[in-house]
């Protein structure tokens, strides 16, 4: 093969050409995927994929270099799958969708995957450029005008780190290697690619690319100035706090903030993003999860904002005047965001762990903050620290206490399911108004264990528990294991928004067990809180949910409706009482550990 550009070819108007030193765009395409790491290909396919197909079924012939196909009937679905297995590996992966109509089928999918910074490559066929059987690939069908749209990258290309057309096969490879550049590079996020069938269809010589060249850019670390000056705040600092959101995508990120927090004993650390495992609830220094709003915000003289977006909401809380503010961040100027700022003394592009290493070795190594972090006072400090942790784990466990009559909240069900599944389970958690309850009380300890939308659109944990899942039986089959357990803990309206059809649909195609529990408080819950916050006392604070639209009522059969889409080999219940709880996660999670999915429908009282 050839390390050079092909030179461009006429392709043949009806049939592919035998020869052995040439291939069709869609063939190169996939072999660009594969040997830049993308080993799942997600496909909703079209009247735009006539090559696409030819490849696929040419691929089978060699499955060890080619990515393997997951057929997805829904494409938001799709999406998220590749969204999940690419949060939990950092690996990127792709999906195929059909012209406009699926782009825009993928809906809150490509939200999720830009505000969550997953690296997903999106490819989708454009309606043929030729109407006369000019070239292969032209159009044949009605449909090719209807949606033939002005610029189909347009549709997602805001929410997008790259957007591009394919205009010729002679540089595929070379375009699906940019873009995953794109996805690849911090801060991390979905790409689009479009090509028409004639592009697709073109015959190219056969070449391949030297993949040392298409590495993604690398962050560097903190100034020496910036690791002095912030190391100095630190180790004077008398509430100094770490508030971080993504970090924990780096599964290094938790045992280097726990160094940190063991060298500045006093520190604590905030997750206000609850996207990632960034610091384990083990730890004196563990302020758990809480969107934006937590007092430990307004106590604090020090802090350091740790690739964050959302710190603090200013509305509802925020530093006090005096207190100093580091922020370190992928992308401190979040670019993407119209309006956003943060009062910082200084902000700094930088990779979160070499910076947190860069501060902790500053803080043991630098002879008068040694002499500031070993005094009596920072030894009272930690005291005060183990004291305060133990006190709210004490006080959560209080609050997640099961109702008299028999009725238990989120809290409760957690702490149970906590319990009663493997201790390195994996939590696909998109409980939404329910969140702070289910991370209060799983009190994740372990890099990677815990992973969240990090977007606003509802639907991402069905596709994104099957991801997460097949990945961690991927990963473990290369070293003769078995993967990990995994939950899916979401609300009753967001399973709805996941299309369980589909989902549940390939859990059974493919053999991908996952435990749901569904949190079902008949509604949605969450439009109720954004209307308290700025009508406290307004009509709407005196109506019923049914009154204002938010109601689910009758309650729909969610593990019914699960059932159905596997063709009935899904073990489905229903809880409603303490007295039955743990009987049905143990009938449950035997289920999944012997390789059929679960829905558990969990009647959750309000507020706990």
Same mark, same amino acid.
């Given at each position: ?52 197909? *030819? ?8 499955? $060890? ?9 829904? *494409? ?34 490509v939200h999720n995957a830009s505000a969550g910074r997953a ?98 850019? *690398? ?84 802090? !350091? ?14 530093? $006090? ?20 700022? !943060? ?19 500053? !803080? ?68 939404v108004t329910n969140t702070l309850f289910v991370h209060d ?90 209307l308290l916050l700025v009508h406290p006392d307004g009509l ?69």
């Amino acid at each position: 093969m050839s390390s050079q550009i092909p030179p461009l070819t006429q392709p043949n108007t009806t049939s592919s050409s035998s020869s052995p030193d040439m291939y069709t765009t869609s063939f190169a395409f996939f072999e660009a995927l594969f040997a830049a790491g993308v080993s799942h290909v997600f496909v909703n396919l079209g009247s735009d994929h006539p090559s696409i197909i *030819e490849a696929m079924v040419r691929g089978k012939a060699s499955p $060890s270099t080619f990515p393997r196909i997951i057929t997805c009937p829904n *494409e938001m679905v799709a999406m998220s799958m590749a969204d999940g297995y690419a949060r939990l590996t950092g690996h990127p992966q792709a999906l195929i969708v059909h012209v406009d109509v699926g782009t825009q089928g993928l809906g809150a999918a490509v939200h999720n995957a830009s505000a969550g910074r997953a690296p997903v490559l999106v490819f989708a066929g454009i309606s043929p450029i030729t109407l006369e059987g000019e070239l292969r690939g032209s159009r044949t069908e009605y449909i090719h005008w209807i949606q033939d749209v002005p610029d189909q990258k347009q549709i997602l290309g805001q929410y997008c780190r790259y957007a591009a057309e394919l205009k010729t096969g002679v540089n595929v490879k070379q375009m699906v290697n940019r873009a995953l550049q794109f996805a690849k590079s911090q801060p991390q996020g979905p790409v689009y690619l479009c090509g028409s069938r004639e592009v697709m269809e073109m015959e190219i010589p056969k070449y391949e690319l030297n993949q040392a060249h298409w590495k993604p850019v *690398e962050l560097g670390g903190l100034p020496r100035g910036a690791v002095e000056e912030m190391a100095g705040a630190l180790a004077g600092a008398k509430k100094p706090l770490v508030v971080t959101g993504y970090a924990g995508r780096n599964h290094a990120i938790p045992q280097a903030l726990v160094e940190l927090a063991n060298t500045v004993k006093g520190l604590r650390v905030l997750d206000t993003g609850g996207s990632d495992m960034c610091f384990p609830a083990d730890h004196p220094g563990w302020l758990g999860l809480r969107f934006g709003n937590d007092q430990s915000v307004a106590e604090a003289d020090v802090i !350091l904002v740790l690739d964050c977006d959302v710190p603090w909401i200013p509305t509802q809380m925020k530093p $006090s005047k005096d207190a100093r503010v580091f922020h370190v961040d992928v992308d401190p100027l979040k670019q993407v965001m119209p309006v956003f700022y !943060l009062e910082a003394e200084a902000r700094y592009r930088a990779d979160p762990l070499t910076a947190v290493e860069q501060l902790t070795e500053k !803080l043991k190594t630098d002879t008068e903050l040694k002499k500031q972090l070993e005094s009596e006072e920072r030894e009272k400090r930690w005291k005060e620290l183990q004291a305060q942790h133990k006190q709210k784990l004490e006080e959560i466990a209080e609050r997640a206490k099961p109702l008299e009559n028999g009725e238990y909240g989120t809290g409760h069900l957690c702490r149970r399911l906590r319990a009663l599944c493997p201790e390195d389970t994996i939590w696909a958690i998109e409980a939404v108004t329910n969140t702070l309850f289910v991370h209060d009380n799983i009190q994740p300890t372990l890099p990677g264990s815990w992973i969240n939308c990090g977007g606003g659109g509802l639907g991402w944990s069905g596709g994104g528990a099957l991801g997460i899942k097949l990945a961690t039986e991927v990963e473990a089959k290369a070293k003769g294991g078995k993967g990990k357990f995994v939950v899916q803990i979401v609300g009753d309206g967001t399973f709805l928004f996941s299309v369980p059809g589909s989902v549940y649909w390939i859990s059974k195609r493919y053999g991908i067990p996952v435990l749901a529990i569904v949190l079902n408080n008949k509604g949605w819950n969450a439009p109720r809180r954004s209307l308290l916050l700025v009508h406290p006392d307004g009509l709407g604070s005196k109506a019923s949910n049914a009154d204002i639209n938010i109601e689910f009522s009758p309650s729909p059969d969610y593990a019914g409706i699960a059932k159905a889409a596997a063709g009935g080999d899904l073990f489905a219940a229903r809880v409603d009482n303490t007295a039955d709880l743990d009987r049905v996660l143990k009938e449950a999670i035997a289920a999944v550990e012997g390789g059929q999915s679960a829905v558990v429908d969990c009647k959750v009282a309000m507020g706990s």
